[in-house]
């Protein structure tokens, strides 16, 4: 099993980017995928997420700003972040939880957004 997240990179302030969750071995429907950012020397925190009977939640910082979706058919869960800023920095992962079993979850390995000002 994995996940793959990509589309971070080096944004302005104002900018958008999209990343998006790829994953292999599983079936990201069967699972509440969510998103989190981390910055050095803090905690993951939350930031969105998609359950898998297809309702979706944005913390609410980010609410205005930020849209979570899921592409069955791609089998991929996409972060559509707008209006970026600086606090929005740091590493994003994404993490797949299974429906029916808290046991079963994954992470993925990040992508590095930095937004300058």
């Known amino acids: 099993v994995q996940l793959q997240a990509s589309g971070g990179g080096l944004a302005q302030a104002g900018d958008s980017l999209r990343l998006s969750c790829a994953a292999s071995?599983?079936?990201?429907?069967?699972?509440?995928v969510g998103w989190y950012r981390q910055v050095p020397g803090k905690e993951r925190t939350y930031v969105a997420a998609?359950?898998?009977?297809?309702?979706?939640n944005v913390e609410t910082s980010v609410k205005d700003r930020f849209a979570i979706s899921r592409d069955s058919a791609k089998n991929m869960v996409y972060l559509q972040m707008n209006s970026l800023k600086p606090e929005d920095t740091g590493v994003y992962y994404c993490?797949?939880?299974?429906?029916?079993?808290?046991?079963?979850?994954?992470w993925g390995q990040g992508t590095l957004v930095t937004v300058s000002s």
């Open positions: 993490n797949a939880l299974h429906g029916e079993n808290s046991m079963v979850a994954y």
């Open positions: 071995g599983i079936m990201l429907n069967l699972y509440h």
């Open positions: 998609v359950n898998y009977g297809g309702h979706t």
